[in-house]
């Protein structure tokens, strides 16, 4: 299995938005609509935060959010807040394997 | 509320063992997939083992492969990952993973905290 292709770090301002795209193959990404999403705080557990492309979890704000186009899976946070800088993960189902395949994650720096 | 709780984690020396648990609670144990995922210092997220809702079906990454072996006993909600021949680049934070489906995984709904494994002389 082959991770995931993230950007290694991408950054904005309070307020802004940003995107953080995630690339993979026909075999994982875009062949199956099971992309998720995870944050991670230094020091602490990922959390789920997109689920199936585009679905967030009830505790999570409309703030983000999640679509697919072909092979590459994107995350969006709109209104950026401090509290958003992290590191944040793709996932993807790949039918050839059971095991989940990540991304190289990438670190989200809010200006 | 789900809880996940690793425990095992410690210094091992090359060649070594451990036996990491995971005890959950507050949902259904029988009915979901569960995964170890690792994560080295300053690295990613790997993904080493899964094993089905029924303990029945199991895979392992190939890094992995023949070293490590996960279980479950779904009469306790533990679940298990029996390390041996650990090697340096096994040092890492293991965490114990929630699977939203009952044997595959496609997507993680919640993580344990985490334990460290350091594999030193």
């Known amino acids: 299995q082959s991770a995931l292709t993230q950007p290694a770090s991408v950054s904005g301002s309070p307020g802004q938005s940003i995107t953080i795209s995630c690339t993979g193959t026909?075999?994982?990404?875009?062949?199956?609509?099971?992309v998720s999403w995870y944050q991670q705080h230094p020091g602490k557990a990922p959390k789920l935060m997109i689920f199936d492309v585009s679905n967030r979890p009830s505790a999570i704000s409309s703030r983000f959010s999640g679509s697919k186009s072909g092979n590459t899976a994107s995350l969006t946070i709109s209104g950026l807040q401090a509290e958003d800088e992290a590191d944040y993960y793709c996932?993807?189902?790949?039918?050839?394997?059971?095991?989940?395949?990540f991304g190289g994650g990438t670190k989200l720096t809010v200006l | 509320e789900v809880r996940l709780v690793e425990s095992g984690g410690g210094l091992v020396q090359p060649g070594g063992s451990l036996r990491l648990s995971c005890a959950a609670s507050g949902f259904t144990f029988r009915s979901h997939a569960m995964i170890w995922v690792r994560q080295a210092p300053g690295k990613g997220l790997e993904c080493v083992s899964i094993?089905?809702?029924?303990?029945?079906?199991?895979d392992y990454a190939d890094s992995v492969k023949g070293r490590l072996t996960i279980s479950r006993d779904n009469s306790k909600s533990t679940l298990y990952l029996q390390m041996n021949s650990l090697r340096a680049e096994d040092t890492a934070v293991y965490y114990c993973a929630k699977a939203e489906g009952f044997s595959v995984v496609t997507s993680v709904d919640y993580w344990g905290q985490g334990t460290l494994v350091t594999v030193s002389s």
């Open positions: 996932s993807s189902y790949a039918g050839s394997s059971t095991l989940v395949v």
């Open positions: 026909s075999g994982d990404v875009g062949g199956y609509n099971y």
């Open positions: 094993i089905s809702g029924s303990g029945g079906g199991t």
